[in-house]
């Protein structure tokens, strides 16, 4: 128990992670941590953002201890997930993505939302890279499309994204990326796609041993949630994930 | 009549319109998701997705724990040597990674209710049930409730399941919804 102890005391120890490669990892100078694709709270600087089935809210966290909301903006219905990227927030929902600026942070603006025309209804965990955006879309019985996807858009205009290619999935959950790999979640397995030709990721790898339901690629540990807990990965060789350990 | 839907629903950005948004959410609850009850044969001894309902729990202090199996896995978070996964309504699974080559499962953070969580520095934003908890986790092996932000998180999944299909139509009266599990069930008269 003392040992456990030990351990804990050193949790408050911010280790500053930084990040010289580009990935998707989300800790930032302010000592923040980072979230999957499928959260509904994003840290951005010093101001928290949530998500609840219809409305974004705002926190100033200037003062960490003491948090205060500042404003709620309604987004649509069915809202899903939130990534920040940059200064935008990518707001998932069953129907479509909605992209946010929050230059005002305490006054998020909408800019777009992105549609992809061959599915009416899924969900739509979402990341960005540079100019692109990708989002797993499930279609979702009743009222789905007949393919679930995984999409990339055009986000160089962030007023106007277009959707540049689709790649056929089972059924598809979180994603994330570190550099060139993308790393998407399936009931089919943890898909390893390389994304160097960014509009037209390619496939190159998949770990089929049961459904993978988010990523968060953190340096060089990939962490997933699998169905009974966590799968941890070496990804120091980005698109040959090497097992390290389960944990549940 | 879905994709009209869609479309016309975005233009409700403001509170003022936001009225009109539920009725247009309701409009395509009706029309998309189809949540229908029904009356028939075809409702009786059938697998359905049933609620699973909790008193709600709303507390006052935060507790740390020895480490448990992770049961219902739930959502993920990284802060710098620390990976957390949320035990399904019950609390925080904490790993200490700090060597990557044998992370390992050291605590558990009991919050009931929890789904979702993010840090700042010392600070863990955790929700308990529709509260925002702010819980200084500065001394770990001693976290404190520092204040809750109330009803700043509406629950979601109240009214009908995540999936498609048939679900015993939910009666809030018994509590939260705080699962849906597919199982067979005498009686299940909604259908989304």
């Not at chain 1, 939302?113 to 989002?135: F, G, H, M, Q």
């Not at chain 2, 993920?76 to 499962?105: M, W």
Request: charged share 20%; proline share 6%.
């Amino acid at each position: 128990m003392k040992n456990i102890l030990h351990l804990l005391l050193t949790f408050s120890v911010v280790l500053n992670l930084s990040c010289s490669k580009d990935s998707a990892s989300r800790s930032d100078v302010a000592g923040s941590g980072t979230g999957g694709s499928l959260a509904r709270f994003a840290i951005v600087g010093n101001y928290m953002y949530i998500v609840d089935y219809s409305d974004l809210k705002v926190l100033n966290i200037m003062d960490p201890s003491n948090p205060v909301l500042k404003n709620t903006t309604p987004v649509g219905f069915e809202i899903e997930t939130i990534y920040p990227f940059k200064d935008k927030l990518f707001i998932g929902s069953t129907s479509v993505v909605h992209i946010f600026s929050v230059t005002d942070p305490e006054h998020p603006q909408k800019l777009s939302t992105a549609i992809s025309p061959e599915v009416l209804r899924r969900c739509d965990p979402v990341v960005a890279k540079d100019s692109v955006a990708y989002a797993t879309l499930r279609t979702n019985g009743t009222c789905g499309g007949t393919q679930s996807i995984l999409a990339a858009y055009d986000i160089k205009d962030i007023t106007n994204p277009v959707q540049k290619s689709t790649f056929p999935v089972t059924e598809p959950y979180g994603l994330g990326y570190a550099d060139s790999a993308l790393y998407v979640c399936d009931k089919s397995g943890l898909l390893v796609f390389d994304i160097r030709n960014g509009y037209y990721p390619n496939l190159v790898k998949t770990l089929s041993d049961g459904p993978y339901i988010d990523v968060i690629p953190y340096n060089d540990i990939l962490i997933c949630w699998v169905k009974n807990g966590l799968a941890l990965y070496n990804i120091r060789d980005r698109f040959k994930p090497e097992i390290i350990t389960k944990i549940q | 009549m879905q994709r009209y839907c869609i479309k016309a629903c975005q233009p409700f950005q403001t509170p003022y319109m936001k009225l009109l948004s539920t009725a247009c959410l309701l409009l395509l609850l009706a029309s998309c998701v189809r949540i229908t009850e029904e009356e028939g044969d075809n409702m009786a001894n059938v697998m359905a997705y049933d609620p699973v309902y909790r008193a709600i729990d709303t507390i006052s202090t935060v507790t740390i724990e020895g480490k448990r199996s992770t049961v219902k896995a739930g959502k993920i978070y990284a802060y710098g040597n620390y990976i957390f996964q949320n035990e399904l309504n019950e609390g925080i699974h904490i790993i200490d990674n700090s060597n990557t080559a044998q992370p390992v499962k050291i605590a558990f953070l009991r919050i009931p209710m929890n789904t979702e969580m993010a840090m700042k520095g010392n600070y863990l934003y955790a929700n308990n049930h529709d509260d925002l908890l702010i819980i200084d986790v500065g001394d770990p092996s001693k976290p404190s409730l520092l204040r809750k932000i109330e009803n700043v998180f509406p629950l979601i999944n109240q009214q009908y399941p995540p999936q498609s299909g048939r679900f015993v139509c939910p009666d809030l009266s018994k509590g939260v919804v705080v699962d849906w599990v597919l199982r067979k069930v005498p009686l299940a008269k909604c259908l989304k």
